[in-house]
């Protein structure tokens, strides 16, 4: 029998729906039933690529009997984290205040007032390695609901009280300065590991945000060290295992060190924050390397997660069957020395096993490897290796596929639609600009739709219930500013000028300091905000710096004071936590930069368009267009003439401008190019 979540639009609400537990979506009426029963609500957060989300939820809300305790003490509600950030973010908060640790599986008992007053994550069925099982958790809670009442409202009062007397501190007055980025740099070069590349420990996570800003203060002051840090932690994670050897495309993150086994589940966000990135390295360096896996990655999003619809699907998952049918991470991308021969015969599995790192012991689990570019192998046949990785992917999509979260996020479409348009457009590939419009076009049409309003997710065209929140008006308007640069055409910047109107009136609070869901949205027990960068630009900086272009492209004074005041935030954190506001310091570097206002009088795809748009300057604005109509397209083509009848660029900043040119070279050197 299926439970009120087989209407849900998110693929891991819809895996719950013939779960014996009687779940709830998170709405008001759940809440209304825990008080007309007198019981707590068990609130359960996950998402569906989560691999130990699934594991909980074999052992536990399948089984009859747990499910039958649950349904009689508790009201249950089911969230998916990634339709529902603003839940997952109020209470992840509780999680980690209480327990010093957060992650997914979350599982949360509040009071019907939604107040938490206990926390734990994944909990096993039996008691193990010190750690209760969750009918004794369970059983616990409704003791003390029933026989100690006070104190768990004591404990719930105290609780919100703590989160919400967390006011954010502000970095004072003004924008990060030369000194803030400074530090900042000095903070990423302490935790950069010179042996492996990328910062930090296990588990290691591709940093993209922090590779954006290096690859900006680069740019803009020739620090040869931040260019290095850059390049040697995209080299080795284009050669680990972490990327995707055969297909293209990134992992969430490295269980090692060393990039060599990955968390297998591949999200949209990280691959469209890493094409763009390694898009980035290749305008900054020439490397063929990162041509190569910008073009494959965008390649890889194009042909895996792009939906029926022209969007782009969230996530695929870690877990597949493998050989005897079992369930199990990785299975469907590791490889053993018997399967290379099984497809390529003794010698061409040979060249392959030493070229991809397989060893007889294995780097993974069961003997088995996963695929890299140990760079050990001595020189490669370059043609012999494009022709096994050929046959190996053909026997590798023979194999049982990873499931897919259909769900369309507007923030990480938002991210794909701008790695997709400059990736298409730095290499010719007018497909890839085609099908960042048509995710861009389906963002406009469903999830803006008829209410003027972002909507967070879609599925299968039909918008879901939730409320935009201030990462999908930030990621969606860079996206529609990345396309209206690459593509000359002046709607998307007023799509983007549109989201951003409403960042200033329902997201925006005292001082600069941001919100991440609106002044109308439901409210929760606190109101979150969180302006530092995790897997994705926080809200907080997206916004700054789609504002800060749009202001550019504008000279709207109220966007760029708004962007300016958001920054402060990156001045206070900035030098303490770097590799945890990249994207923040990234826009930093855009203002310290101007960032510069180009405008080209010429033909979109013309020559002087394409230098304007493989300029390195950071956070450099561009418009192209020519005729009398194109400053109707973009302010900053009105009143920029032809010189000499030729197409001409302008290069403005901090309200003054260079003389016009028609040389490109000439642009180039302007634009740090």
């Known amino acids: 029998m299926a439970n009120r979540l087989?209407?849900?639009?998110?693929?891991?609400?819809?895996?719950h729906a013939d779960n014996p537990v009687d779940w709830w979506p998170w709405a008001p009426e759940a809440f209304e039933e825990a008080r007309r029963r007198d019981v707590p609500v068990l609130l359960s957060v996950g998402y569906s690529a989560c691999h130990w989300c699934h594991v909980m939820a074999h052992e536990s809300f399948e089984d009859d009997g747990t499910a039958a305790y649950l349904n009689a003490h508790f009201v249950p509600v089911k969230v998916d984290r990634e339709e529902r950030p603003d839940v997952d973010a109020v209470y992840m908060e509780a999680v980690q205040?209480?327990?010093?640790?957060?992650g997914w599986p979350m599982t949360v008992f509040l009071t019907p007032d939604a107040e938490p007053f206990y926390f734990g994550t994944y909990f096993p069925p039996e008691p193990r390695h010190g750690s209760p099982s969750f009918q004794q958790v369970m059983e616990g809670v409704t003791t003390a609901w029933a026989d100690r009442r006070e104190e768990v409202a004591e404990v719930a009062g105290r609780i919100v009280a703590d989160l919400a007397g967390r006011s954010l501190v502000h970095g004072g007055d003004g924008v990060p300065g030369e000194s803030e980025v400074a530090q900042a740099l000095l903070g990423l070069t302490r935790e950069y590991d010179e042996q492996h590349g990328g910062f930090g420990g296990a588990?290691?996570?591709p940093p993209a945000m922090v590779v954006e800003f290096l690859l900006r203060h680069h740019a803009r002051t020739g620090a040869e060290g931040a260019l290095q840090m850059a390049a040697d932690t995209c080299t080795a994670m284009a050669r680990g295992g972490i990327y995707d050897q055969l297909g293209g495309g990134f992992a969430r993150y490295s269980v090692d060190r060393e990039w060599i086994v990955p968390h297998f589940e591949k999200m949209l966000y990280d691959n469209a924050l890493l094409c763009r990135v390694y898009a980035h390295l290749w305008r900054a360096?020439?490397?063929?390397e990162a041509r190569r896996i910008a073009l494959e990655t965008a390649d890889f999003m194009v042909r895996e997660l792009r939906t029926a619809e022209g969007g782009f699907a969230s996530a695929l998952d870690a877990d597949s069957e493998d050989a005897e049918g079992r369930h199990v991470e990785g299975a469907y991308y590791v490889w053993t020395p018997e399967q290379l021969r099984d497809v390529l015969g003794e010698d061409d599995a040979a060249f392959a096993?030493?070229?991809?790192?397989?060893t007889e012991e294995g780097t993974f689990e069961e003997g088995a490897s996963v695929l890299r570019l140990p760079g050990d192998a001595g020189p490669v046949d370059a043609a012999r290796v494009a022709g096994v990785r050929a046959r190996l992917l053909a026997a590798r999509d023979e194999r049982p596929h990873p499931g897919r979260d259909d769900k369309v996020v507007a923030a990480w479409n938002g991210l794909a639609i701008a790695a997709l348009a400059e990736t298409g457009a730095y290499f010719d590939r007018p497909d890839l600009v085609e099908r960042a419009t048509e995710a861009a076009d389906l963002l406009v049409r469903v999830h803006l739709g008829e209410v003027a309003r972002l909507t967070r997710t879609s599925k299968d065209g039909r918008a879901g219930d939730n409320a935009g929140v201030l990462e999908d008006y930030g990621d969606v308007a860079e996206g529609f500013l990345a396309l209206a640069a690459v593509t000359g055409e002046g709607a998307w910047l007023e799509f983007a000028g549109f989201l951003l109107d409403i960042v200033l009136e329902q997201f925006t609070g005292e001082g600069g300091q941001l919100f991440d869901t609106a002044h109308d949205a439901e409210r929760l027990i606190r109101r979150p905000q969180d302006p530092t960068d995790s897997a994705t630009p926080s809200g907080w900086t997206a916004a700054a710096g789609a504002l800060l272009s749009y202001a550019a492209y504008t000279g709207s004074e109220p966007h760029r004071?708004?962007?300016?005041?958001?920054?402060?935030v990156v001045k206070a954190l900035g030098p303490r936590v770097p590799r945890f506001v990249g994207w923040g310091l990234a826009v930093a570097e855009a203002l310290l930069d101007g960032p510069r206002e180009v405008a080209v009088a010429g033909p979109v795809g013309g020559e002087l368009h394409r230098t304007a748009l493989l300029g390195r300057a950071p956070g450099a604005v561009v418009a192209a267009g020519e005729g009398p109509g194109a400053g109707a397209e973009f302010p900053l083509l009105v009143d920029r003439p032809l010189v000499g009848g030729e197409p001409t660029a302008y290069v403005c900043r901090h309200f003054a401008c260079d003389a016009p040119t028609t040389d490109a070279g000439e642009l180039a050197g302007k634009l740090g190019g």
């Open 285 to 288: 360096t020439g490397s063929d």
């Open 97 to 102: 205040a209480a327990t010093g640790h957060g």
């Open 353 to 358: 096993a030493a070229c991809f790192g397989v």
């Open 561 to 568: 004071t708004a962007a300016e005041g958001a920054l402060g």
């Open 6 to 15: 087989a209407q849900a639009t998110s693929p891991y609400l819809l895996q």
């Open 203 to 205: 588990p290691k996570f």
